[in-house]
């Protein structure tokens, strides 16, 4: 099946820094997400990308969507300890594809106070 | 947070033993789907759901059926459990017309098989 590599694998930061990660794919895709997960609950979206070259920001964070739709990264500035967690990248095909998601095996980051 | 609840939250069953794993939820959200988390691979899909009664294979459907009798419950079976199901079992939702991908997520069920 379709798979997106997404690294780094973790991140071990100090409270301050900032952090980049990215996702990258053989086979294009319209749409492309990145969500975090948080110990014992469920992934929650962080960040939704449309549009080829696509640049968006939610607070601290920053993602595009790159111009070849097989790739997309996510800058998070000046960490903080509650940005602790797990982060995927998801990709879809879009259109009727609706959430039927492909996702990165996911970057766990630590953060040191 | 939107309203999913899955149950149970966790199992420890024996292989060869069925399972049955419930998602439910109060949106009145059309899309449902059946994700299993595992290291390295993130999540993946197993089954999905655009309605009542219409349900239709993921990537790793093998070994799982689903049912999807009224809108607010979706119900994922493991009809005789092995070792390799020990995951973690997440339910979605979503609306159509909303954007693609934009999944809210349930708290998971931790399945462990013997």
């Known amino acids: 099946g379709q798979q997106l590599n997404q690294s780094p694998q973790s991140m071990f930061i100090q409270e301050g820094e900032d952090v980049s990660m990215n996702c990258t794919s053989s086979?294009?895709?319209?749409?492309w997400l990145w969500y975090k997960q948080d110990p014992g609950e469920g992934p929650v979206l962080l960040i939704a990308l449309y549009k080829a070259g696509e640049l968006t920001s939610n607070g601290r964070l920053t993602a595009q969507f790159g111009i070849t739709r097989k790739d997309s990264f996510l800058n998070i500035s000046a960490s903080i300890p509650s940005d602790v967690g797990i982060y995927f990248c998801?990709?879809?095909?879009?259109?009727?594809?609706?959430?039927?998601?492909?996702f990165g095996q996911g970057t766990i980051l630590t953060v040191h106070p | 947070d939107a309203g999913i609840t899955q149950s149970p939250r966790h199992k420890v069953t024996e292989t060869g033993t069925p399972v049955t794993l419930r998602c439910h939820q109060t949106e009145n959200h059309r899309y449902m789907y059946w994700y299993r988390q595992d290291p390295g691979h993130g999540l993946r899909l197993i089954h999905y759901s655009y309605g009542v009664k219409d349900t239709d294979k993921g990537e790793v459907s093998d070994g799982y059926s689903v049912s999807r009798s009224k809108t607010e419950d979706f119900l994922l079976t493991l009809e005789s459990a092995t070792s390799s199901q020990t995951s973690v079992y997440f339910c979605?939702?979503?609306?159509?017309?909303?954007?693609?991908?934009?999944?809210?997520f349930g708290e998971g069920s931790r399945l462990t098989v013997l």
């Open positions: 979605a939702i979503s609306e159509p017309g909303h954007y693609t991908g934009e999944l809210f």
């Open positions: 086979s294009i895709f319209n749409t």
């Open positions: 998801a990709a879809a095909a879009g259109g009727t594809s609706y959430g039927k998601l492909t």
